[in-house]
Structures are given as structure tokens and as C-alpha cells.
Antibody, heavy 116, light 108 residues
Framework: EGQLVVSGGGLVQPGGSLRLSCAAS????????MNWVRQAPGKGLEWVAN????????KYVDSVKGRFTISRDNAKSSLYLQMNSLRAEDTAVYYC?????????WGQGTLVTVSS | EIVLTQSPGTLSLSPGERATLSCRAS???????LTWYQQKPGQAPRLLIY???SRATGIPDRFSGSGSGTDFTLTISRLEPEDFAVYYC?????????FGQGTKVEIK
């Protein structure tokens, strides 16, 4: 059914940048829309961005538009999230997830902490 | 954007009891494209139900989903110790897909 492994989180100062990666295995990565979803500490789930199988269509939640960029490399079965101009409110666990309408599977998540 | 409101916020029940969780949408969810996830502390969400009432692979039959339009329900027929967790609904009938705020099922 597939597996997703997320990496790249960490502590970054406000205004800084970070790039998250999501490595897919066990399914045909190039056939699926893919998503990033985040969860602030103690809060609910928030969809962040998604990308079409061929990478030509991308959508973002308003709060990250112009700061975050989703991309993919189908040859490497990998999804990315470039996060620039990070703010304290971007602090969250970031998950990647395969889109079948519903999200499944999910990666294990990586914590991004934006703090000075 | 469709807003999903889950109720109650917290459900305090004992093992063996029946749990009924509600997810209400601000407008009709197309094709009943609604899903339920379970999340335990420190873990990623886990798919339980998709298309409002279809159980995902490997999900026990004590979990069932129902509803259409704006009102959806997740029922856990008899709570097992491992079922105490937070449950989220999500709609994918309209863009952007949106999540409810979650219902915590805790041990009474």
C-alpha cells in the first residue's frame, strides 16, 4: 500500500528557510497528487499544499502562499516543501500524504520549530 | 471553503461502550466525499473510513461511517482500549479539502 518517509525538520530562526523531503516507496509515485499537511503543537490538522502528478499544478493554503513551494521529482519518487520567510506560526509537525481524495498513507511527520 | 464542525469536542467513555462522533459541514459535501482519521499521540493520522462509509483496509468492523449531505457520523460499536484517540473528519468533495477540529475520545 506504500510508505512515506519525511525528513528535513529542525529548529530555524524567524525569517529563515528549511526544505522538507518525503521519500515514497511501494506505489507508483508519479501517478498521484501529493500533499503536505501540518499540525501545530496541540492543534488540529491543516492542509498546506498539494501538487499534481506531473508537477504542473500546485495549490497552497493562503497563509503560506508566496513563502512555501511544493515540488516533486518523480524519477526519485520524492516530494519536497521549500519553506522560506518562516514565522513562529509555521511551527508544526509536517506530514506528507498521498492523495486518493482521502489521504493515505501518511509519512511519520517531521517537526519544524521556528524560534529565536 | 467548507467548514467542518465536529462534536463533541471530548467524549468520555468506558471500554465496551458505544461512541458516536459527529461531523457537520457548512455546505453539502459532494458525493459524500468525507473521510475519518484516527490519531494517537506522536503518530501520524491513520485512515479509518473514506467516501463516508467505506472502511479502509485492515480497519476492524466495529468502526462504521454514515451520513450524507451535511451530516456525517463515525460510530465505534464497542470501544477497545486502543481506540482512545483523537478523530478527525475531512471533506474532499470541494477544493480546498478541509479538516474538522477533531474529537478526543478519552477513557472515563
Amino acid at each position: 500500500e506504500g510508505q512515506l518517509v519525511v525528513s528535513g525538520g529542525g529548529l530555524v530562526q524567524p525569517g529563515g528557510s528549511l526544505r522538507l523531503s518525503c521519500a515514497a516507496s511501494g506505489f507508483t509515485f508519479s501517478s498521484y497528487w501529493m500533499n503536505w499537511v501540518r499540525q501545530a503543537p496541540g492543534k488540529g490538522l491543516e492542509w498546506v499544499a498539494n501538487i499534481k502528478p506531473d508537477g504542473r499544478e500546485k495549490k497552497y493554503v493562503d497563509s503560506v502562499k508566496g513563502r512555501f513551494t511544493i515540488s516533486r521529482d518523480n524519477a526519485k519518487s520524492s516530494l519536497y516543501l521549500q519553506m522560506n520567510s518562516l514565522r513562529a506560526e509555521d511551527t508544526a509537525v509536517y506530514y506528507c500524504a498521498r492523495d486518493r481524495g482521502w489521504f493515505d498513507p501518511w509519512g511519520q511527520g517531521t517537526l519544524v520549530t521556528v524560534s529565536s | 471553503e467548507i467548514v467542518l464542525t465536529q462534536s463533541p469536542g471530548t467524549l468520555s467513555l468506558s471500554p465496551g461502550e458505544r461512541a458516536t462522533l459527529s461531523c457537520r459541514a457548512s455546505q453539502s459535501v459532494s458525493n459524500s466525499y468525507l473521510t475519518w482519521y484516527q490519531q494517537k499521540p506522536g503518530q501520524a493520522p491513520r485512515l479509518l473510513i473514506y467516501d463516508a462509509s467505506s472502511r479502509a483496509t485492515g480497519i476492524p468492523d466495529r468502526f462504521s461511517g454514515s451520513g450524507s449531505g451535511t451530516d456525517f457520523t463515525l460510530t465505534i460499536s464497542r470501544l477497545e482500549p486502543e481506540d482512545f484517540a483523537v478523530y478527525y473528519c475531512q471533506q474532499y468533495g470541494s477544493s480546498p479539502q478541509t479538516f474538522g477540529q477533531g474529537t478526543k475520545v478519552e477513557i472515563k
